[in-house]
């Protein structure tokens, strides 16, 4: 049974941190693709971040130079460092494994986990 683990998340001003990741099992985590999505009330879902097998990372032009994303093969876990939060990163982050090669198309998804900051 495959499943993806969330915790982190939570409550914090604007221009604070927090931190959130995600366990993976019942599949093969270190040959697959990550990332993490969000999705503010009334929007569309948006990527925020990618990391390949080979730790090549991506990032959104609206989160670059604040979140960082990171992975551990050998605990099967992803992390999303957010430094320096702002009030429009208020949503529902999502982790994201296996990527199949069409757009947002990955083969397993976490539960979301809400990020709310207060100005």
């Known amino acids: 049974q495959v499943q993806l683990v969330k915790s982190g998340g939570g409550s914090v001003q604007a221009g604070g941190s927090l931190k959130l990741s995600c366990v993976g099992s019942g599949y093969d985590f270190s040959r697959c693709r990550m990332a993490w999505y969000r999705q503010a009330p009334g929007k569309e879902r948006e990527l925020v971040s990618i990391i390949s097998t080979s730790y090549t990372t991506l990032y959104s032009d609206s989160v670059k130079g604040r979140f960082t994303i990171s992975r551990v093969d050998v605990d099967k876990m992803l992390v999303l460092q957010m430094m320096s939060l702002k009030t429009e990163d208020t949503a529902m982050y999502y982790c994201?494994?296996?990527?199949?090669?069409?757009?947002?198309?990955?083969?397993?998804w976490g539960q979301g986990t809400q990020v709310t900051v207060s100005s």
């Open positions: 994201a494994a296996c990527w199949r090669g069409g757009d947002d198309d990955y083969k397993y």
